[in-house]
Nanobody
């Protein structure tokens, strides 16, 4: 099971650092994605990272503001979010991608294990 943490309430322009960790299994070999879902909207991909080369991909809406990273020694994936905007508000989820693809994706349907999510609220 995956577990996210680090969400909270922050003012516009502020920062948060989310963490995603797994209990009893190793994340080293998985593509990991971060997703978010705002009230009344569909879940959308934010960023993802590959297991070996650590290549990263970002949605255009967060490029230059968010940074995904992984610490295999801690079995943890991080999402550093800077210069937050009110439109970044939502529940943030991490997930592992299934299917053995060589590249990570930001399409939610390609991910098979999900955390419970952590709430991020950005006030204007």
């Amino acid at each position: 099971q995956l577990a996210e943490s680090g969400g909270g309430l922050v003012q516009s322009g502020g920062s948060l650092n989310l963490s995603c960790t797994a209990f009893a299994w190793n994340l080293d070999y998985y593509h990991i994605g971060w997703f978010r879902q705002a009230p009344g909207k569909e879940r959308e991909g934010v960023t993802c990272i590959t297991p070996n080369s650590g290549r990263t991909y970002y949605a255009d809406t967060v490029k230059g503001r968010f940074t995904i990273s992984r610490d295999n020694a801690k079995n943890t994936i991080y999402l550093q979010m800077d210069n937050l905007r009110p439109e970044d508000t939502g529940v943030y989820y991490c997930a592992t991608q299934g299917g053995g693809a060589t590249m990570c994706s930001m399409v939610p349907s390609l991910y098979n294990y999900w955390g419970q999510g952590t709430q991020v609220t950005v006030s204007s």
